[in-house]
Every structure is written in C-alpha cells, then in structure tokens.
C-alpha cells in the first residue's frame, strides 16, 4: 500500500510536484521506478521564470503552430519550473503562409493557456510610434486598450525602452503611466514594465532621477535586456520598492546580447544565427553571473532551436546550485524515456563542445557525431521525436562542416600554390579558379548532407521548425535557416572569382601579377613576417582580446556575402603581442578593415603612412628600430569618438600584419 504524495502550495505548485515526479521516475512497459532517494521538498530561488514564445511571423517555430501544440510546449516548461509565457501581440502581423490561425486569436487562446495553468501572461509590446506626437500617442494607449479589454487574463505588459522604440524617457514615462491606468481597469494585478535599451547616459540618468524622486505606484519594475545598462548598476540605482528582471537572449548565437564565445566562423557562415544551439555551460555561466541582480527571467526566444537552454534556465531559476549534468539527465528521462547508462548527457554537452575553437583542431566533433549515430541505432522510436531529431541533426551538420572546411581549405591553398608558378596572369587565374570551385563540381560527403535535408523535413512536420526560406518560409535567412546555408563557401572561391574579373580589367600584366602577389600572400606573408585574422580562431595568433564580446560576425547580402572570408570578421579594438622580432630591423604595420584604426605601439600613438578607410584596403604604419629593440611590441588601438553611430556602423580591424621591412 504504498503512497506517492505530490504536495503543492497551492494550485500552481502542485503542478510543480508532478513536474518533479515525472522528471525523476523511470517510465517502462507496465512499471514506474521512483527511487526514495528522489523524495525532495523544494521552493524556488526566483519569483519570475518565464519565456518567450511570440506568436509572431518572426518565430522560427511557433507561427506555425496550433493551440493544441503551444498548449503542450507551455505544459512541459512548467514540469521544469517556468512559471510564465510572453507572448508578442502587436508586432509583425504580416501574412505568412505557415500560420493556422489569426493573430488576435491566437493571442486570446495564449492568455487562456496560462490562466489554465495558473501561470503569469506577459506581453512584449514596444512603442514604435513617436510619442512626441499627441495623436500617435493616443492612438497607441487606445491600442493598448483595445487589447486590455480583450484579453481574458494578463500579469505583466513589458515595454522596451530601444530594439525597437526610440523615444526619450521624458515621452516614454507619461506614456507607460497612461497606459497603466488603462490596464488596471481590467487586470487589477498586472503590471507595467520597462526597459532602457539603447538608452544613452542622458536618457538612462533622466530615467532613473524621476523613477527615484517620484516613486510612482503605476511602475512595477525594469527589464535588463540586449542594449540595456549594466545589470548590476541597474539593480542598484533602481529604488528597492520595483523589481528587476532579466530579459536573456538564450536563442542566438552571434549579433546578439551573449555570442557564443570564439566561435569558428565556419559554424557562423553556416548555421547562423538561430540553430539548434544547446549551450547548458555557457548559459549556466551567465545565469550565476547575472541573476543574482534580479528577481528572475523571462528569456528571450524565438523558436523551439533553443529547448534545452530553455528547460536549464528554468532549473536554475529554481535552484541555482542545481548540476549541469542532472538537468540534462531529467530533460533526457522525461522527453526521450533513455536511462543513465545512455549518458545523454553527456552527448549533448559533447555538441556544445563542438563549438569550441578552430574547427580544423576539434576532432571531438568526429567522436561526437559518432555517439549519436550509435544512439539514434539504439533509439529508432525516436525518430519522431523533435526534441531528438534535432540534436542527432545538429552531430551531422558539425561534422559536415568539418569535413567541408578542411577540404575547401586544402583547395584553397593548392589554388595560391598554382598562383606562386610563373606564367601568364590569365592562364594562372582560370587553373586556381577552376581548384576552389572543386568545392562545387567535385563535392564530398553527399550522404551526411541528404540526412541533414531529411532532418530537416521532419522537424517541419514534427513541430513546424523552418529551417529554409525557400522550402519551409522561413520569415529571414537569419531566422534559423541552416538549410539554406548549409553549402556556403568556406574559402574564398566567391571573392577569388570577383577580385579575378577586376584584375582582367587591368592595363598590363604587371599590374595584374602585382595584385596576384598581393592575393597570394595574404595570409602568408612570408619569413618574419606575421598574419592574423583577428576573430578568427585557428589564425589568430597573436591577438590577446578573444572574449565573446570581442568577437564580430558581418551578416551583409542576406548572408550570401561574396566578400573576403576575413573581411566577414572583425574586432573594433584589438590588442596584439609579438615576440621574437628582430631587434636590429624596422617593420611595417598594415590593417585592413572599415574606418578608423588609431594603432599604439608599446602605448605610443603611431601614425599612418597611408590611411584609406574602405574594407580591404591597407592601412600602414612605419615601426622603427627603437620599438623592436627588446624583440616583442604591444600593439593597441584607441577607441574612435563614434558615439553616434549605430554599432553595425563602427571602425573595425579584420586583418593585421606585421611585416619585416
């Protein structure tokens, strides 16, 4: 007569027990394992726990789903701790073709979901309007309104302050109290929030000098978000009585508030922006680093690519000490029904690991795309199980990307061998031309490509990921397209093509041998003389600043760029150290980049020879004998005054030489 008691506080938290329950037991034919080793009283470490899942055309997933099917997601974030949802009602209600219902409704079908389930409904509704204007911002409290009245039940309207919306603090104010006043009439418990993205330091002082003389009851709390002022400073400027909640970007993985540290540029062509991207150490990281200033998250998502890092952010909203490791074995034991000695952990955390430094060196990814083929023999049932498909799917798009680069890189440096032998400039052009673009008339590795397509085709059937433009319609090619990417070049075939057609337009075959000397020995400068690439891993020797926010991927063409792969990587300021130089020679400097490059030598100003500003022209600078006396130099760059200017918009360095005279 044994009794399993699942105990709640209240309604909500009995969810919480079951979700425990089924977490922790072990489901088999006619039989449920629960170890009393699993009994636990528990009670969570923060009030906010929410994510994401705007029903909006931007989604990678979600705009294609049924009510039936938000219903299940939202119901399994709860069994792992999420306690809300934030749904995106005003934005981005252009048709699309993968939607089954209309926006409205759906937002009205949200909001019963989570009074259902006893769970806190957010809205993130950015004013675009300019609220300067008195007509425009009325028109935006009425639509607020409209909305207000409609909705059967809603906890929390958060308002971005910037990304999108620009109006000052002094409009912005009036506006979040008018519509406070509005919400209260029909939601007597909901709250206003707002963020301070893209605030500069006048906006961001305003904002916190009236929030802190005036102390206004209409105000719940703020939002830290991508653009936002330091979390920490926030929580400490902001008067005890309002909350502070986190707005984590757990989706992407470059361009965006937390980029996947030092990540090769080949994943970064090809899966882009939203893949599947399970991270659990990375993003456990950041949340110890930052939660402890708020009062929990409602993270940032925009698609179901992101799922594990969903379920590890809710755990550790409840329990921040909980283990990595043990997260990752309930996810496995509630979605997938595998036991331990599967290790499913363990081979998600070896996907994660594939992401770390020059893809050329990790031959872990072969090791890791092996695990899963053997656990997907093991596991034929779970081929239809997305949560499944897209983890086995992402062990073979690694290790075709792999395999990919090394061979379109060993092409690439047959094509500059080719252009060291002496002959004419055009016969020397059309046979490297012809070696690169091997890459497309002799392609390698067909089979694991026509699995990841197959992949891909289940997982719009299974859960409407669109992974495609073209065949899923996807909203963007930044919006989790890996199929559409999946052959991007991964040496510079397109640019070698282009820079070869202008070459041809040259008067006379020494201007073009010249310019072919100059191609050839890009990255190959020859004896003591260095290159690097400066955010590219595996040619990057030199280059100290290799932080995750020092790193910058281009996203230019709808990231179909025929540019230098090179010119696709930046930093705005990196440093540099060389050793073992010779004390009794002078050297040169060249950068190619965008804008500015105020260089430092040693910490002294150096100024340029020739300073041209537009991408993949050369910036020199002369380095005398007195830097190099003691064999090594430091080198620096001043930070350009470029405060106006949007951050896609700034100085950038992308290659750096340094070239013995």
Same mark, same amino acid.
């Given at each position: ?37 699993? @009994? ?216 965006? /508030? ?107 990814? @072969? ?72 890459? @497309? ?129 930046? /930093? ?23 804008? @500015? ?65």
């Amino acid at each position: 007569n044994k009794i399993l008691w699942l105990i709640g506080n209240d309604e909500r938290g009995l969810l919480y027990a079951a979700g425990s329950f089924l977490r922790n037991a072990q489901f088999a034919s006619k039989r449920i394992v629960f170890g009393k080793h699993n @009994e636990e009283a528990s009670a969570p470490a923060y009030s906010i726990r929410g994510h994401q899942l705007g029903y909006r055309n931007t989604n990678n997933t979600c705009d294609s789903w049924t009510v039936a099917q938000y219903e299940k997601y939202i119901r399994e974030l709860v069994i792992f701790g999420c306690n809300g949802i934030e749904n995106i009602p005003f934005e981005d209600k252009a048709p699309s073709p993968v939607v089954k219902f209309t926006w409205e409704a759906m937002n009205d079908e949200l909001s019963k979901i989570c009074e259902k389930y006893a769970l806190d409904y957010w809205v993130w509704t950015p004013a675009t309007v300019d609220l300067s204007d008195p007509e425009k911002f009325e028109v935006e409290v009425q639509k607020h309104k409209t909305f207000y009245e409609r909705c059967p039940h809603l906890s929390g309207v958060f308002v971005p302050g910037g990304d999108p919306g620009h109006n000052h603090p002094s409009y912005l104010i009036p506006f979040l109290k008018a519509i406070s006043l509005e919400l209260k009439k029909h939601h007597h418990e909901a709250g206003v929030w707002v963020s301070l993205q893209g605030f500069n330091h006048e906006q961001t002082d305003y904002f916190f000098d009236h929030i802190t003389k005036n102390q206004p009851d209409w105000l719940t709390g703020v939002v830290s978000g991508p653009g936002s002022p330091d979390m920490a400073v926030t929580r400490f400027r902001l008067p005890k009585k309002y909350k502070h909640r986190h707005y984590p970007d757990i989706t992407h993985t470059v361009r965006c /508030q937390y980029p996947t540290p030092q990540w090769d540029q080949a994943f970064a062509l090809t899966l882009g922006r939203e893949p599947c991207n399970p991270q659990p150490v990375f993003y456990a990281e950041i949340h110890r680093q930052t939660e402890p200033f708020t009062d929990g998250s409602v993270t940032y998502s925009d698609g179901v690519h992101d799922d594990v890092n969903k379920v590890l952010w809710s755990c550790l909203d409840w329990n921040p000490e909980r283990d990595i490791h043990q997260i990752l074995e309930e996810y496995s034991r509630f979605f997938f029904g595998t036991t331990e000695a599967d290790h499913i952990s363990d081979a998600i955390l070896a996907l994660e690991r594939n992401w770390q430094g020059a893809i050329e060196d990790n031959g872990s990814i @072969e090791t890791t795309f092996s695990y899963w083929q053997n656990l997907e023999q093991k596991y034929p049932e779970l081929d239809n199980n997305w949560r499944w498909v897209q983890l086995v799917m992402r062990s073979y798009y690694d290790n075709y990307t792999r395999k990919r680069k090394l061979y379109e890189n060993s092409l690439e440096k047959e094509a500059m061998q080719i252009l060291e032998i002496e002959g004419k400039a055009e016969d020397l052009m059309n046979r490297a031309l012809e070696m690169v673009y091997k890459a @497309e008339t002799e392609p390698r590795n067909g089979e694991i490509k026509k699995n990841i397509e197959e992949y891909c085709e289940k997982l719009y059937q299974q859960i409407g990921l669109q992974t495609s433009v073209k065949k899923y319609n996807a909203s963007g090619p930044e919006r989790g397209c890996v199929l559409d990417f999946i052959d991007y070049p991964l040496n510079n075939r397109w640019w070698l093509e282009d820079e070869f057609n202008k070459i041809r337009q040259m008067q006379t075959e020494q201007e073009k041998q010249a310019r072919l000397e100059i191609i050839r020995t890009w990255d190959n400068p020859g004896e003591g003389s260095f290159y690097d690439n400066v955010s590219d891993v595996s040619q990057s020797p030199h280059v100290q600043t290799q932080t995750r926010k020092s790193y910058g991927y281009a996203w230019w063409d709808q990231g179909m760029s025929r540019k230098r792969l090179s010119t696709q990587l930046n /930093q705005n300021q990196p440093e540099l150290i060389y050793e073992g130089l010779d004390p009794e020679a002078t050297y040169t400097i060249r950068i190619a980049g965008e804008g @500015e490059a105020l260089l430092r030598v040693d910490g002294e100003r150096v100024e340029p020879l020739v300073y041209p500003k537009n991408l993949e022209t050369f910036k020199e600078f002369h380095i005398t004998q007195k830097y190099v006396s003691d064999s090594k130099i430091t080198v620096s760059f001043d930070v350009p005054e470029e405060s106006h200017l949007n951050w896609r918009h700034k100085s950038k360095i992308c290659d750096i030489w340094l070239i013995k005279n």
